[in-house]
């Protein structure tokens, strides 16, 4: 069976095994960020609407599970906004009855924390990670380009009265482009907003593959670090895949990280290029030595081929 709306699993430090779910198809989204993966927006809207069908996933979901071993988290993300479906809380029920072990996270890019259906919908995850990139309305414009009818304060007081009431882990994450909002003003209000929603965690990202407004640059690990300084909070932790002359050195210890990640779950060259965000050139390197000397073995599966250490 070939899927629709499910992909993955990839693995992720943070979560373990992690199976995507893209609720909405592409390119449905109440913004247009400019720094979005997936392209343009194509429907940019606030309405909910049943853009996926709940009996399409219900499918996928059980055609999966009978065929692989359970992932730690199913994951809603993908092409669009997944709040923007109005099953995503039948969905997220459903994964709960059929397995309960299994986490649900959903990123969301909470601009439909607004609905209280939504709200009580998502509290129903284990994780919410729902994005905040600016707090100025300037810079929300620059960045998000949001629906029309989106007001960014109602946004923000959506994320609170959510995060306030939500038992579940609770991360935001803060997309950072240099020049637009990681000024000292922007930073200081975002650091108040914050406050405010009490997250247990604030990730902060920046560009990693081309955005859809080709003259937007990456923040460089010295801005990430300036803007962790700025904000000066414990619960800051910088996620995106920058490099600095420091973790130079840890290169060289590739093949040792590569032993022990599989050596605990084995791994497709592909998790261990996202999970120890290695060069994929070096790691095909690297995997051919290993295993040329023994150390590692590969094994073709229903996901690819795996990398396993070899038991002495
Ligand atoms: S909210 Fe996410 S999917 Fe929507 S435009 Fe922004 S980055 Fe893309």
Redesign the pocket.
């Known amino acids: 069976m070939s899927y629709q709306h499910i992909f993955g699993p990839v693995l992720s430090r943070r979560l373990g095994i992690s199976l995507g779910v893209d609720l909405v198809t592409h ?1 449905i ?5 400019v ?7 194509t429907r940019l809207t606030l309405e909910r609407g049943d853009y996926v069908l709940f009996d399409a996933v219900k499918t996928e979901l059980d055609h999966y599970w009978e065929h692989n071993e359970d992932p730690d988290y199913i994951t809603f ?5 997944p709040t923007l479906n109005q099953d995503l809380g039948r969905v997220i029920a459903y994964i709960k009855t059929q397995k309960p072990k299994i986490q649900v996270a959903v ?3 909470s ?1 439909l924390l607004t609905d209280p259906n939504v709200r009580q919908e998502l509290a129903l995850a284990d994780l919410v990670v729902p ?1 905040l990139d600016a707090v100025s309305m300037a810079a929300f414009l620059k960045i ?2 949001p629906c029309k009818a989106l007001l960014l304060e109602d946004m923000i007081q959506g994320i609170q009265t959510f995060a306030n009431k939500f038992t579940g882990k609770l991360w935001l994450e803060i ?1 950072i482009l240099p020049g637009i909002n990681d000024t000292q003003e922007e930073l200081t209000a975002l650091k108040k907003i914050i406050t405010r929603i009490d997250p247990e965690m604030v990730q902060l990202n920046t560009l990693d593959r081309p955005g ?1 407004v080709s003259t937007l640059r990456p923040a460089s690990k010295e801005e990430l670090d300036r803007v962790k300084e700025i904000l000066n909070m414990d619960i800051i932790q910088i996620i995106a895949k920058v490099t600095d002359k420091k973790n130079m050195g840890q290169h060289r210890d590739m093949a040792s990280a590569i032993l022990e990640t599989i050596h605990r779950r084995p791994c497709t060259r592909d998790d261990l290029v996202a999970v120890l965000t290695a060069d994929p050139d070096q790691m095909d390197t690297l995997l051919a030595t290993l295993e040329a000397d023994g150390q590692i073995e590969a094994r073709q599966q229903a996901r690819g081929v795996f990398y396993r250490t070899v038991k002495k």
């Open positions: 390119k989204c109440s913004l247009d960020c720094y979005c993966e997936c392209g343009k927006t993300s993908g092409s669009g906004e990123l969301t890019n601009t994005s998000n380009r997309f859809t």
